[in-house]
Nanobody, 123 residues
Framework: QVQLVESGGGLVQAGGSLRLSCAAS????????MGWFRQAPGKQRELVAA???????YYADSVKGRFTISRDNAKNTVYLQMNSLKPEDTAVYYC?????????????????WGQGTQVTVSS
Protein backbone atom coordinates (compact mmCIF):
# COMPACT_ATOMS: atom_id res chain seq x y z
CA GLN A 1 0.00 0.00 0.00
CA VAL A 2 1.00 3.58 -0.68
CA GLN A 3 0.32 6.30 1.84
CA LEU A 4 0.14 9.93 0.77
CA VAL A 5 0.34 12.89 3.12
CA GLU A 6 -0.35 16.42 1.92
CA SER A 7 0.92 19.55 3.58
CA GLY A 8 1.28 23.24 2.85
CA GLY A 9 -2.33 24.36 2.72
CA GLY A 10 -3.57 27.40 4.53
CA LEU A 11 -5.14 30.82 4.25
CA VAL A 12 -3.75 33.25 1.72
CA GLN A 13 -4.97 36.48 0.19
CA ALA A 14 -5.83 36.78 -3.47
CA GLY A 15 -2.72 37.13 -5.58
CA GLY A 16 -0.61 35.23 -3.10
CA SER A 17 1.20 31.91 -3.38
CA LEU A 18 1.31 28.55 -1.67
CA ARG A 19 3.28 25.40 -2.27
CA LEU A 20 1.63 22.10 -1.51
CA SER A 21 3.69 19.00 -0.85
CA CYS A 22 2.67 15.36 -1.00
CA ALA A 23 4.96 12.83 0.61
CA ALA A 24 4.53 9.23 -0.50
CA SER A 25 5.57 6.05 1.19
CA UNK A 26 6.89 3.07 -0.72
CA UNK A 27 9.67 2.29 -3.12
CA UNK A 28 7.69 2.38 -6.39
CA UNK A 29 6.93 6.10 -6.31
CA UNK A 30 8.86 6.90 -9.47
CA UNK A 31 6.59 4.62 -11.53
CA UNK A 32 3.35 6.33 -10.50
CA UNK A 33 1.62 9.17 -12.20
CA MET A 34 0.74 11.74 -9.56
CA GLY A 35 -2.16 14.15 -9.54
CA TRP A 36 -3.53 17.03 -7.55
CA PHE A 37 -7.30 17.22 -7.31
CA ARG A 38 -9.46 19.77 -5.58
CA GLN A 39 -13.00 19.81 -4.32
CA ALA A 40 -14.98 22.80 -3.15
CA PRO A 41 -18.20 22.44 -1.14
CA GLY A 42 -21.08 21.40 -3.38
CA LYS A 43 -18.84 20.88 -6.39
CA GLN A 44 -17.35 17.89 -8.19
CA ARG A 45 -13.81 16.83 -7.55
CA GLU A 46 -11.62 18.02 -10.40
CA LEU A 47 -8.11 17.30 -11.56
CA VAL A 48 -5.95 20.39 -11.22
CA ALA A 49 -2.59 19.07 -12.37
CA ALA A 50 -0.86 15.78 -13.01
CA UNK A 51 2.62 14.52 -13.74
CA UNK A 52 3.52 11.18 -15.29
CA UNK A 53 6.33 8.83 -14.39
CA UNK A 54 8.47 10.34 -17.16
CA UNK A 55 7.73 13.93 -16.16
CA UNK A 56 5.04 14.95 -18.63
CA UNK A 57 2.57 17.39 -17.10
CA TYR A 58 -1.08 18.30 -17.43
CA TYR A 59 -2.96 21.34 -16.14
CA ALA A 60 -6.59 22.24 -16.01
CA ASP A 61 -7.35 25.33 -18.08
CA SER A 62 -8.39 27.19 -14.96
CA VAL A 63 -4.91 26.97 -13.44
CA LYS A 64 -2.68 26.91 -16.51
CA GLY A 65 0.05 29.49 -16.24
CA ARG A 66 -0.46 29.89 -12.50
CA PHE A 67 0.22 26.44 -11.04
CA THR A 68 3.23 24.19 -11.53
CA ILE A 69 3.42 20.51 -10.64
CA SER A 70 6.77 18.85 -10.08
CA ARG A 71 8.18 15.73 -8.51
CA ASP A 72 11.33 14.73 -6.71
CA ASN A 73 11.63 10.98 -6.97
CA ALA A 74 14.60 10.88 -4.62
CA LYS A 75 12.35 12.33 -1.92
CA ASN A 76 9.17 10.48 -2.92
CA THR A 77 7.46 13.84 -3.05
CA VAL A 78 5.25 15.72 -5.50
CA TYR A 79 4.68 19.46 -5.28
CA LEU A 80 2.10 21.92 -6.47
CA GLN A 81 3.32 25.49 -6.66
CA MET A 82 0.31 27.79 -6.74
CA ASN A 83 0.82 31.40 -7.74
CA SER A 84 -1.58 34.26 -8.39
CA LEU A 85 -4.22 32.57 -6.29
CA LYS A 86 -7.85 33.49 -6.74
CA PRO A 87 -10.84 33.04 -4.41
CA GLU A 88 -12.19 30.41 -6.80
CA ASP A 89 -9.13 28.29 -6.02
CA THR A 90 -10.51 27.75 -2.53
CA ALA A 91 -11.00 24.03 -1.98
CA VAL A 92 -9.66 20.96 -0.30
CA TYR A 93 -6.70 19.77 -2.33
CA TYR A 94 -5.97 16.07 -2.60
CA CYS A 95 -2.86 14.28 -3.74
CA UNK A 96 -3.43 11.03 -5.62
CA UNK A 97 -1.34 8.29 -7.23
CA UNK A 98 -2.07 6.30 -10.40
CA UNK A 99 -0.13 3.07 -10.76
CA UNK A 100 -0.41 3.09 -14.55
CA UNK A 101 2.23 5.81 -14.68
CA UNK A 102 0.53 7.53 -17.61
CA UNK A 103 -1.77 10.52 -17.84
CA UNK A 104 -5.34 9.66 -16.85
CA UNK A 105 -7.68 12.34 -15.62
CA UNK A 106 -10.61 10.57 -13.96
CA UNK A 107 -10.51 10.22 -10.18
CA UNK A 108 -11.50 6.56 -10.46
CA UNK A 109 -8.17 5.81 -12.12
CA UNK A 110 -6.17 6.89 -9.09
CA UNK A 111 -5.39 4.11 -6.66
CA UNK A 112 -4.25 6.03 -3.61
CA TRP A 113 -5.34 9.29 -2.04
CA GLY A 114 -4.11 11.60 0.64
CA GLN A 115 -6.31 13.04 3.36
CA GLY A 116 -6.53 16.47 1.76
CA THR A 117 -5.31 19.89 2.75
CA GLN A 118 -7.46 23.02 2.88
CA VAL A 119 -6.58 26.00 0.72
CA THR A 120 -8.54 29.16 1.37
CA VAL A 121 -8.02 32.28 -0.73
CA SER A 122 -9.54 35.44 0.63
CA SER A 123 -10.71 38.31 -1.55
Amino acid sequence: QVQLVESGGGLVQAGGSLRLSCAASGRAFSFYAMGWFRQAPGKQRELVAAITSDGSTYYADSVKGRFTISRDNAKNTVYLQMNSLKPEDTAVYYCAADGSGVLRTAPMNFDYWGQGTQVTVSS
